[in-house]
């Protein structure tokens, strides 16, 4: 294996400041409490050390920022999230090598590792987390150093497929401009990789940021379950998944934070999607356009249609339907084509007819009959959105502080 620097991510002390209230931070008296953002901290002893616990809603206080969710659906979603996410919660760390780059920042790949740590617990029963991966880490602008680390470890279908060439690129010509990250296959070991690219334009006041590690390691998830054949997925339920828990991943800690960071999902639809009259489409152009959506192979995908639709997708799913079923719908799709079709996918790369039968199973609706509620909900996603203030950057961090649990 190329040589890469490894280090053990003890690079921020959460306790270096005694004044900030955070969680896991230091305290100084047992018993004391402070309200931060609508949220009540407590300081508690644990071991030999006074820290903040989580903190609770505090009640008693006026809330800073609006809270509201478009409605009963979204807010179930985003209480069914939370539940399963907390029910899961082990804060045991996963079984994954970091090789960090010269010269990264170390907050981003402190951030980076522990959005990693939380959602592999969330996946944990469909991807157990003692399942080895490597995760490489550098800044944009030392995307070099991730093509020449990964290039001779991968496997000879990722390692042929282009997809870092075309990352290195974009790198050169975008610079700073360009963040994110990716799964783009097993190594030559079989074992599961990651890659993440940060930039100091990057933040967690930026849902485009914050949702990139939840998002990635959702394909790790989905590449687990399905034995490394992507396939049986369509576009929207291949990327609409990993968005959706990437955007809900980051907004765990705090439900205006999560409001804030899906309007500056719905905000960019006509920016990435190429649909400047996004706000006039009816609930039946969003039927159609998933009704539409069969007939694409698995390559044909326009990206972020695919991305915040598909996201609003599953938005409705877990909120009408709960994790329960999407989990049975994901695994289902492993071995579902066997019987009706010769394999996961044909010849021109379009899915195996058996997800159909998936999704039935799991939902109790065919998928044709969900996609009118299913365009209806992204039709009052959107019709909410309207008016409505959108805060970025530092202004977005205002609402409420990075994710602490």
């Known amino acids: 294996m190329a040589t890469c620097l490894s280090i053990g991510f003890s690079i921020l002390n959460a306790e270096s400041s005694s004044s900030a209230v955070k969680a896991g931070s ?3 008296k047992a018993g004391q409490t402070s309200v931060l ?14 820290q903040w616990d989580k903190g609770v809603a505090d009640k008693s206080s006026k809330l800073l920022y609006p809270i509201a969710l478009s409605g009963p659906i979204t807010q179930a979603a985003y209480d069914n999230f939370v539940k399963t996410y907390k029910e899961r919660r082990t804060h045991i760390a996963p079984n994954i090598t970091w090789n960090v780059a010269p010269g990264t920042d170390p907050a981003f790949a402190a951030e980076i590792k522990s959005e990693i740590e939380a959602i592999s617990d969330f996946w944990n029963p469909q991807r157990p987390r003692s399942t080895r991966m490597t995760i490489w880490v550098a800044m944009s602008t030392n995307f070099q150093w991730i093509y020449d680390n990964m290039m001779p470890v991968l496997a000879d279908e990722p390692k042929n497929s282009g997809t870092l060439e075309m990352k290195l690129a974009r790198s050169k010509a975008e610079g700073e401009g360009f963040m994110g990250g990716g799964d783009i296959g097993v190594l030559a070991n079989g074992e599961a990789s990651l890659f993440f690219n940060a930039s100091p334009r990057a933040g967690f006041g930026d849902s485009f940021w914050t949702q990139v590690m939840g998002h990635e390691y959702t394909h790790s998830m989905q590449r687990y379950i399905l034995n490394g054949n992507m396939g049986p997925m369509l576009c929207w339920v291949r990327e609409g998944q990993a968005n959706y828990y990437g955007w809900s991943l980051a907004g765990r800690d705090s439900q205006a934070a999560f409001r804030n960071f899906w309007l500056q ?34 390559g044909e995908c326009d990206p972020w249609l695919n991305y915040i639709a598909g996201a609003m997708a599953f938005q409705y799913l877990d909120g009408v339907y709960g994790q329960g079923a999407i989990d049975q719908f994901m695994t289902s799709l492993k071995d579902g084509w066997k019987g009706i079709c010769p394999a996961p996918v044909d010849d021109t790369n379009h899915a195996c007819v058996s997800w159909k039968i998936s999704f039935k199973n799991a939902f109790g609706v065919t998928p044709e009959a969900a996609y009118k509620p299913m365009g209806q909900h992204i039709y009052d996603e959107i019709q909410w959105a309207k008016g409505k203030t959108v805060s970025w950057g530092v202004d977005a961090l205002k609402i409420a502080p990075p994710p602490s649990s």
Do not use: H, M
């Open 26 to 28: 230091a305290c100084a």
């Open 37 to 50: 953002s609508g949220k009540k901290f407590t300081c508690v002893k644990i071991g030999q050390k006074l």
């Open 265 to 298: 999902a719905i905000s960019r639809i006509p920016t990435f999607g190429n649909l400047p009259d996004y706000e006039t489409k009816t609930p039946s152009f969003w039927a159609d356009w998933f009704l539409k959506g069969e007939a694409f192979s698995a």
